[in-house]
């Protein structure tokens, strides 16, 4: 039988076996784009150490792993703590904690005008200017100009990466973008049946599937209007989406048209509630069976593992069809 556990460092010193008897919740969600990835563990305070002699420092690092005995643990990684909270009868004190990579300057509002540079260049501008590796491989487009205009430098990434079919998270001073349509094309890494989940829901979007999308742009050298395709090989018939944006060149412009195009993909939507699998992360894919009309490859937006003393270890995902 597997046995649910966790494994928990404060400022990098294991202090598992101090606080397990305390440790009501953990809950991990791991957000694939835009959003960072949070750390909540809740612990019950009866002898109210955790109000007093205990209580943890905001800013102070929280590193967590949650598995079962004798098997790999989920490396959550790295949070900083963000907020606690005090809540009685009874009293429990909630740490809640914020990926060690959304430092404070990355969302605090900046005006900058980047001219003549590529996404890559962009891109790894601000993660030297955060002290970031950047990880992942960008295509090179290039930005003839783009203003970030009083935008935080999370916010205006977020854009950036949406706009050229990207995701974009922080994870562990890693600034990291990968190709949406890549993630997506990548082979499912497990398999389930309808009895291995405990619960699903999925509904079917009814939304308009466009067999193209057209880009247009104002081409200053040719001082004419340009226009670039991207289409849908998955749809026979619809309609063409058409879309005027800034571009520097044709290039740039069918990267944008695939872009807009890849975001019209998603069919089926919706979560799906496991017994605890640590191998289920944002950004992967997974093939369900079983479900009639509903089998098939979903990806992973987002998945959130809890371990609940009383109840024990779920993962929970929520997914679209890819």
């Known amino acids: 039988m597997l046995v649910p556990i966790f494994e928990l460092f404060y400022e990098k010193k294991n202090i598992t076996r101090d606080v397990a008897p305390y440790v009501t919740s953990i ?9 960072s990835d949070e750390l909540v563990i809740t612990f019950e305070d009866a002898e109210k150490i955790w109000q007093g002699a205990w209580i943890p420092t905001k800013g102070d690092s929280l590193r967590a792993y949650i598995g079962y005995e004798a098997e790999k643990l989920l490396n959550c990684g790295v949070f900083e703590i963000d907020e606690l909270e005090y809540d009685t009868p009874p009293d429990t004190i909630t ?71 990207y995701i974009f ?18 082979k499912p890494t497990q398999i389930f049946y309808k009895q291995d989940l405990i619960h699903i829901n999925l509904r079917e979007k009814t939304s308009q599937k466009y067999k193209a999308v057209q880009v247009s742009y104002f081409d200053p050298k040719k001082k004419k209007t340009v226009k670039a395709t991207a289409r849908n090989e998955k749809v026979a ?23 807009a195009l890849g975001t019209d993909d998603d069919k089926i939507e919706g979560s799906l509630e496991f017994i605890g699998n640590p191998y ?39 997914v679209v069809s890819c």
């Open 95 to 165: 740490v809640k904690g914020l990926a060690t990579g959304i430092k404070k300057p990355l969302r605090q509002k900046n005006s900058v005008g980047y001219e003549n540079k590529t996404l890559k260049q962009i891109a790894k501008e601000i993660a030297d200017k955060h002290g970031y590796t950047l990880v992942g491989e960008i295509a090179d487009v290039r930005v003839d100009r783009i203003t970030q205009n009083q935008e935080r430098d999370l916010s205006f990434l977020t854009k950036l990466a949406e706009q050229y079919g």
């Open 280 to 318: 289920l992360i944002a950004g992967t894919n997974i093939e369900l069976k079983g479900i009639g009309h509903f089998s098939g490859k979903y990806h992973i937006k987002q998945a959130r593992h809890v371990y609940d003393r009383s109840n024990g270890y779920k993962t929970y995902c929520e």
């Open 27 to 35: 809950e991990y969600t791991d957000v694939e784009h835009g959003e």
């Open 169 to 186: 998270k922080i994870a562990e001073n890693n600034l990291v973008f990968y190709d949406v349509q890549k993630l997506k094309g990548s």
């Open 237 to 259: 018939k619809g309609d063409t989406l058409k879309i005027t944006a800034r571009c520097s060149d044709r290039k740039q412009a069918i990267v944008k048209a695939k872009a």
